[in-house]
């Protein structure tokens, strides 16, 4: 497929270009969207809100959509196959990537998966992010109780929506959303 790797060294300074930071990219194979080609997902947050309103997802859309086609222009080609591609803010419940995101969502509740099972138990974990230091990530899990694990054994990690987290984060600007509303209810 694509190297992913590549990939954010091509698409990071246009995030960052736009004070933005960069949360994930990901590529979706076919099977995985249920289309014709592939997605390139990229997830950015705005530092002060750490999320994006529409009008910064279309901009940087834009941006990197530029970025690419210049460097296909030029005879580099990131990605092989047809793509989509999808600019989103990372949501409340939001995938963790970055080490500072173990920290940031510490007291919240996330889903972990391992690339190996800790202590020779699970690889799926379920519980409240405790933090990170170093590089050793500490989860109250449901069933096993505080685990640590190394940051990279972390195969996926997200948070989970519930009360806290939805009270945690506050909203973005909400101008026009009566309006929006209004024209539903018609």
Known sequence: MADIARLVEVIEPEVKALGFDLV?????????VGDDEIALQIMAENPATGQLVLDDCVALSHR????IDALEEAGQVLIEDAYRLEVSSPGIDRPL???????KWAGHEAKIN????VD????????????????VVTLEDRKSGRVTFPLDTIHSARLVLTDRLIAATRPLD??????????QED
């Open 24 to 32: 994930r990219v990901k590529i979706f194979a076919k099977s995985e």
């Open 64 to 67: 990197i959509s530029d970025r």
């Open 97 to 103: 990537t970055r080490p500072g995101d173990y920290a």
């Open 114 to 117: 391992l690339t190996a099972p």
């Open 120 to 135: 020779g138990n699970r690889k799926a974990l379920n519980g409240d992010l405790v933090g990170i230091e170093g590089d």
């Open 174 to 183: 909400t101008s026009g959303a009566d309006d929006i509303l209004e024209e």
